[in-house]
């Protein structure tokens, strides 16, 4: 089967699923945003493990601390806990997770000392990396999807956190389509060549303006005006691309092509959403500075 009929596929399988658990079922049958939550800590948690596999595939000595990244998966769910009203449980999460760091640390000092050699900066430098990559920037999703920033679609009772959310995604996909396209077609000047030799400048150009008129032509159907979803999509797409060099060079460092082989003709979890990862991000601050929520 050709890669782009295998990533199609995937995607008409896995883009219903993504919209379900964004938009979540009404708040009378699961807290709000919980549906969301659970797919993005699963997204933490198979990252965090193709990012483990693939760094001990390339360092054999190498032993990275697993208690420490899996504050990647922990955080989304702080982030989460810190927006329901009347919660509790936010200060008891918060100690488990204190307790969780200190013996990361102190496991750290006892495996030194059993086999005779001090890998200290390595094994927690390279968990806290991936915990604040993928723990600090998919906490920001739950944060932009439980965002009230505005109020509903007509009709349709989409909170302005659902809207923002599937405003970077349109943008995100639209930006990547294009300047795939483009930049094999047109493409000459060399993007990064250290990191990505195949992109080009006028992929990367393409892919903007793309994802900048794919949100002003979602707008309407979102509740949002042109004009500013324009300069939004633009902005979330040129996120995105940084998003998606960042992790071309932790790849090309590790001397792998993908993270992992999970989704057909994507590669791995992270291979997928690097983009979205900084795009959403991106989104979430600019949707605090203008006025995109009516």
């Known amino acids: 089967m050709k890669e782009l009929?295998?990533?199609?596929?995937?995607?008409?399988?896995?883009?219903?699923l993504f919209v379900a658990a964004l938009v979540g079922p009404p708040v009378s049958l699961l807290p709000e945003g919980s549906t969301w939550l659970v797919l993005v800590m699963l997204i933490a948690l198979v990252g965090s493990v193709e990012m483990l596999s693939a760094v001990e595939a390339r360092f054999e000595d190498l032993r990275v601390n697993r208690l420490l990244a899996m504050l990647a998966v922990y955080l989304p769910l702080e982030a989460w806990w810190s927006l329901q009203p009347g919660d509790t449980l936010l200060p008891t999460g918060r100690l488990v997770a204190l307790g969780a760091v200190l013996l990361a640390l102190g496991w750290e000092v006892w495996k030194a000392e059993q086999r005779r050699?001090?890998?200290?900066?390595?094994?927690?430098?390279?968990?806290?990396?991936?915990?604040?990559?993928?723990?600090?920037?998919?906490?920001?999703w739950v944060h932009l999807r439980l965002w009230q920033g505005g109020g509903a679609v007509q009709g349709a009772p989409l909170p302005c956190g659902v809207r923002l959310v599937l405003l970077g995604c349109v943008s995100v996909w639209a930006c990547d389509s294009v300047a795939y396209f483009v930049g094999t077609r047109w493409g000459r000047?060399?993007?990064?060549?250290?990191?990505?030799?195949?992109?080009?400048?006028?992929?990367?150009?393409?892919?903007?303006?793309?994802?900048?008129v794919a949100a002003a032509v979602v707008a309407p159907w979102l509740g949002m005006p042109p004009w500013l979803t324009?300069?939004?999509?633009?902005?979330?797409?040129?996120?995105?691309?940084?998003?998606?060099?960042?992790?071309?060079?932790?790849?090309?460092?590790?001397?792998?092509?993908?993270?992992?082989?999970?989704?057909?003709?994507?590669?791995?979890?992270?291979?997928?959403?690097?983009?979205?990862l900084f795009a959403l991000p991106v989104i979430y601050l600019l949707s605090h500075l203008l006025p995109i929520c009516p």
């Open 5 to 16: 009929t295998k990533r199609v596929l995937t995607a008409l399988v896995g883009i219903p």
């Open 117 to 140: 050699a001090c890998h200290v900066w390595r094994n927690l430098g390279t968990a806290a990396l991936i915990a604040l990559y993928l723990g600090t920037l998919l906490s920001t």
């Open 189 to 212: 000047r060399q993007l990064a060549p250290l990191l990505s030799p195949r992109k080009s400048w006028e992929g990367a150009g393409a892919g903007v303006v793309a994802g900048g």
């Open 230 to 276: 324009l300069a939004l999509g633009g902005a979330a797409a040129c996120a995105g691309q940084v998003g998606d060099l960042f992790e071309s060079a932790l790849k090309r460092e590790l001397g792998v092509k993908d993270f992992g082989t999970l989704l057909p003709g994507h590669g791995g979890v992270m291979d997928r959403l690097d983009s979205l």
